[in-house]
């Protein structure tokens, strides 16, 4: 499957997920991205640069955070080599309000990654294009904002995954990601916590059977509303990860890290509003990143 053939592969899949009406959200800026308006539908489009540095690696998949609880997992290849790669993901999705609690979403994602390594038999430099996955969601809120916190639950599954590295191989509702959040507005600040799991079931690679290792997540912040079009959010994420697993075997050690998070919202408009967030780890290996995130919201007249 060459290249333009994997993209039209994805195109295809992401307008079979998204024959559905999307949402026209109301809520303030500071927590936009956590539920879309009733009957209302809102696009997004993502941009993400990522760099890392790793030395030994023993891991087959590395992860990277692209949005409020959204994640790539990526494969690496495994080598007693330095690698220093980046990676640019541009994600398009969409989300529709459902009912007033409860909201349906999508996304795809594509990558551009370069990677240069050095060892004892020299130097290489690796640039790759691909396809990286689709996945479909829904979110619910449980309660509002009142004596006590709101309370959100979503849960998300990979429709498609791209898991081969430097080859052409796809697998289906092989990752699942469920999780909560729950938030207290205190004008003019909101108070969040986001805590998930992601779960991966063994995929075939080829020859080979992998299995990326589980995740769990915790990820506490607040967003501080400067003006009516200015927010600034700070936050930090906790993450807790399995090892791989390798035709049957477990592959490197169980890790931890720390990461920090601050991001600037700006509504440029009533139907668009701008966020940039960037993200570093301060413990684990070293990875830092910065998005933008672009929210239009469409009204009924555009359906």
Not at 37 to 43: F, G, I, K, N, P
Not at 84 to 112: H, K, P, Q, W
Not at 277 to 288: K, L, M, T, V, Y
């Amino acid at each position: 499957m060459n290249k333009k053939a994997k993209i039209n592969y994805f195109i295809s899949l992401l307008l079979c997920s998204l024959i559905i009406p999307t949402a026209y959200a109301d809520l303030p800026l500071t927590i936009e991205d956590l539920l879309t308006a009733e009957r209302r539908w809102r696009v997004e489009l993502n941009t993400t640069y990522s760099n890392s540095d790793r030395i030994n690696l023993d891991s087959r998949y590395g992860i990277i955070q692209v949005g409020q609880n959204q994640f790539l997992s990526l494969p690496i290849s495994v080598t007693d080599a330095r690698q220093n790669t980046d990676v640019l993901a541009i994600s398009a999705g969409v989300r529709y309000g459902l009912t007033l609690n409860t909201e349906l979403y999508s996304r795809i994602t594509g990558i551009a990654e370069y990677t240069r390594s050095i060892n004892t038999d020299g130097r290489s430099n690796v640039k790759d294009t691909r396809p990286s996955d689709l996945w479909f969601g829904i979110n619910h809120r449980f309660s509002n904002d009142n004596e006590t916190p709101a309370l959100l639950g979503f849960a998300e599954l990979a429709l498609v995954e791209y898991v081969a590295w430097q080859d052409e191989d796809f697998v289906h509702g092989k990752s699942l990601l469920i999780g909560m959040t729950t938030y207290r507005a205190i004008d003019p600040i909101v108070l969040s916590l986001s805590a998930g799991y992601n779960y991966s079931h063994t995929r075939d690679v080829g020859d080979n059977e992998e299995n990326p290792g589980d995740f769990l997540f915790i990820n506490p912040s607040m967003g501080f509303a400067i003006n009516n079009l200015v927010s600034m959010t700070i936050g930090g994420r906790w993450q807790a990860r399995d090892r791989d697993e390798y035709n049957g075997k477990q592959w490197g050690i169980r890790t931890t890290k720390t990461s920090m998070d601050f991001g600037l919202g700006y509504s440029w408009s009533k139907k668009l509003t701008l966020q940039v967030n960037s993200r570093f780890d301060i413990s684990g290996e070293p990875n830092a990143s910065t998005s933008l995130n672009m929210i239009y919201k469409l009204s009924q007249k555009h359906l």
